[in-house]
């Protein structure tokens, strides 16, 4: 069992940067793969950045490569989203999850809470 919990999020002006993390339980947090999905109102979840267990592998959406960072700590159990140059379509609830690959989908077993990102123009 793996217990996700996001914080970060916030209210930020177009431009800006924000920086999201995944804290996580369990003494086996380095053998799973952490994805970083979002949900904007009225949209599907949508897959964001993923990173595999090891840290060495990476992943973006194509929408945020080269704004979006994804990095882990396996020593604290944390992941964290570094998110620059925010656009207002950036704007959705953003949720980490927990699971045994990479996925570009939802298809992940561990979910946190979710933590509200709103970009204003």
């Known amino acids: 069992q793996v217990q996700l919990v996001e914080s970060g999020g916030g209210l930020v002006q177009a431009g800006g940067s924000l920086r999201l993390s995944c804290a996580a339980s369990?003494?086996?947090?380095?053998?799973?793969?952490v994805g970083w999905l979002r949900q904007a109102p009225g949209k599907q979840r949508e897959f964001v950045a993923a990173?595999?267990?090891?840290?060495?592998?990476?992943y973006y959406a194509d929408s945020v490569k080269g704004r979006f960072t994804v990095s882990r700590d396996n020593a604290k159990n944390t992941v964290h989203l570094q998110m620059n140059s925010l656009k207002p379509e950036d704007t959705a609830v953003y949720y980490c999850?927990?699971?045994?690959?990479?996925?570009?989908?939802?298809?992940?077993?561990?979910w946190g809470q979710g933590t509200q990102v709103t970009v204003s123009s």
């Open positions: 999850a927990a699971g045994p690959g990479v996925v570009f989908n939802t298809n992940y077993n561990y």
């Open positions: 369990g003494r086996t947090f380095s053998r799973y793969a």
């Open positions: 990173i595999s267990g090891s840290g060495s592998s990476t």
